[in-house]
């Protein structure tokens, strides 16, 4: 070879090298142990053999001058060990499971004798992690499915675990106003609960818009999940991504022989107790005591085998879910008073004060001047009490729903309705691996796994008739490439490139500016958006084996592209409010709508009196204004929808060396460097500070004036460096913009 092709295999290689990336949960594992005679001393030179029946892989060492062997990189499974030397009987060691990411130490003690003797060991503990101080429980595939799950969620297994906070999965907890408020949910010895890192097939399929805990951006059901882990602590130098738990899971694979599974889950609502809020209201409109409906069923079928005989295998997964359920809501709706135009409130003479349509007008300052007299009193565009078309008299004086639950919110005017909300769901989750043995000993091994799912989740309507309120769409997918290389007993490769593609879109229930009355419930709960997050993965892991030492090195390179559509603010909204006005409020100030000013007790609470006045009257006293701009500084016309594209990156490097001091003392260490740049807009929507020292240097623009307007020595430095090894700071130095 020409010294010029060298080279270039060599740039190609280093290149290969660096920008891979490995947290090196690469979705293996690995063995050792120690070979010793039957008085303690050890063994060299012996023959160790690793095999898997199932997918005829087959790994071999040689113990080296201190009895020691290892295998690295070894897919999680059921193997058979055999170990042979010259003057003693042959070992062998059966069902010995290796999972996923827990280090295994497998000791053996030979007895004197001849080859054709066999020593066979059956029914041994399971292989226990000596290596490292790593805590965490893996659980393999009879665990997981025999585990109870709700709604078969593989990821909630991590709630199992000491040390996680887990606030539980009712309804109300699962509403993304709560989980985006509440980060105990997932938390794992004191970390934020999005700190924890998932990866599939050892790449990388954390939700990267939202952080959620327990969640896979891609479905993993209880049949296609060969086994997992859970290191909650004390993870090694080859983990990291995050400071929370690491989660790791397996695909299952086909093996020489055909397996699978048909299966059905069906819950429905004859074993549901009913809801005490429901009930509670049924009692209030004398209606029968009947359960929320509650059906959810969970069918599927999985199947795997080999295509090629010991060569190539496949496994596929089909899991469908529908649920048809009833929540139950409450919203707070105007009193059969109120839809009358009578505004009524407890008074400081300890009666109830009732004011009436004509009432409202002569306190209304319309009613003082001849040109707006005929405007004084209720708006009919709120409420119209002689051709009922107001949005009160279509909305809700309607005659179908009337008050049945007094905990919201005065009770006189505006008061609770509670009712089954129907909710559905229907998913089809669709999962796939294949995997080859590129040579027949299954030194050089490649796999291809694929997943998506198409999940429809129509909500909640605001009252009953209407439509869902928002519906949720989740059409994420993803495919995994891994390449393990054995290239000597002592050195091997693995290498992963992952792309996994979060796609959810919801669409709301409007597309209008609205006006906001306090103390009453609206039907506007959320403008449409949604948004794609390709995440590309590059992982790559070498192992090397030397002496005592096992070496250590990888990189991890992440891609992140958040293409985003959003009408949430693309409309203006007005609030009927107190709090900006002079005086604040109307009752027991003396002012306009006192109703002192006719003769009225005042009321024992302003609220009661003064929201009901500011509905009925269509009052509007402030309202909050969206502007969008182009890169040129033109306003968008309300209405248009704002697009962005975001980027995100990732960059991380290891090394680390388990050193075999003794048998019975290994020392881990290793170092991680780990660069995670702030986020930005990729086609330039975020501002751009310049006064700033550094940029003022770099770009020639004017430094901050002295004074609060400074940014600061931290985000100079922030400026400075990452332009040492990175042809543009523009990510860097820019700041997001806002609307």
Known sequence: MSRAKQLVTLFIAIVVGLISIGFS??????????VTDPSGSVVADASVVLTNSESKTERSATTTAQGGYQFLSVPPGTYTLNVTAKGFRRYEQTGLELLVNTPATANVQLKVGTLAEVVTVTGETPALNLVDASIGNPFNETQVKQIPLEGRSVPELLSLQAGVAYTGNREDLLDPKVKDQDSRNGAVNGARSDQSNITLDGVDVNDQSNGYAFTSVLPTTLDSVQEFRVTTSDYNADQGAGSGAQVSLITKSGTNNFHGSLYEYHRNTITSANDYFIKKSEVSSLEPNKPLKLIRNIFGASVGGPIQKNRLFFFTNYEGTRQREEQSTLRTIPTPTLCQGLIRYPDMNGGITTVTPAQLAQLDPYSQHAQTASSAGINPAVLDLKNHTGYFDKTFCSGQFV?????????YNFSGFRFRAPVSLDNNVFIAKLDYHLTADGKHTLFWRGALQNLHNPQAP???????????????????????????????????W??????????????????????????????????QTPVQ??????????????????????????????????????????????PTGFANTGFELDPKNIGLP????????????????????????????????????????????????????????????????????????????????????????TCSGAAAILYGTAPCPAGPFSLG?????????????RRSIDPWKRLLLGN
């Open 403 to 411: 008050t049945n639950d007094t905990s919201v919110p005065d009770g």
């Open 462 to 496: 605001f009252l009953p008739g209407s439509p869902p309120e928002q519906t949720l769409d989740d059409h994420s997918k993803g495919f995994v490439v891994g390449y393990t290389a054995v290239l000597s007993p002592t050195v091997v490769n693995t290498f992963h």
């Open 713 to 725: 020595t931290e985000f100079d430095q922030n400026v400075t460096r990452p332009a040492t090894f």
């Open 498 to 531: 992952g792309f996994t593609r979060q796609s959810t879109g919801i669409l709301g229930d409007t597309n209008q500016p609205w006006n906001v009355f306090y103390g009453l419930d609206q039907s506007f709960v959320s403008y449409s958006h949604n948004s």
């Open 602 to 689: 005042e009321p024992t609470s302003s609220f009661t009196y003064d929201y009901p006045v500011l509905a009925l009257l269509g009052m509007v006293s402030d309202i909050n204004a969206n502007y969008n701009y182009d890169k040129q500084g033109n306003v968008l016309s309300p209405g248009t929808p704002v697009k962005r594209d975001y980027g995100l990156e990732w960059y991380e490097l290891y090394a680390q060396d388990s050193w075999r001091v003794k048998p019975n003392l290994t020392v881990t260490y290793g170092l991680r460097w780990s660069l995670f740049p702030p986020p930005w807009e990729v086609n330039g929507f975020q501002a751009s500070p």
């Open 25 to 34: 949960q690469t979705s293996t594992t690995s063995l050792r142990g120690t």
């Open 537 to 582: 993965n590059l992982l790559d892991d070498f192992s090397w084996t030397r002496g005592k030492h096992t070496l250590q090195f990888g990189g991890n390179v992440g891609i992140v592209r958040d293409p985003r559509l959003s009408f949430q603010h693309s409309f203006s909204e007005g609030k009927g409010a107190t709090n900006w006005m002079s």
